[in-house]
């Protein structure tokens, strides 16, 4: 019986820090914020990845290899971003 209710206290304040999280819109900027951080980290990389390389084709197909992906996780990050609940409150 302690247990039921120390587990049901628990649950209820995860259930009330998601409320203010998500009604608070803060999900949605944690979510871009992280977007641009590791936009910024991956860029950085390539740069100095690239200058320490022979501008070959096989330059040219590892970037693109790391920055396709990169891409779509942003599709991904905007489209959760516009399609989150409270988007246009």
Known sequence: MVEEKQNERILNWFKRLWIILDEGKITRRITVLWMLWI?????????????????????????????????ALHAAIFNFYIKSPNSHK
């Not at 070959?56 to 990169?70: E, H, M, N, Q, S």
């Open 39 to 71: 936009t910024t980290e991956v860029f950085m990389w390539s740069m100095e990845f690239a200058e320490t390389q022979p501008s070959t084709i096989d330059l040219g197909v590892t970037l693109g290899a790391i920055l396709t992906p990169l891409a």
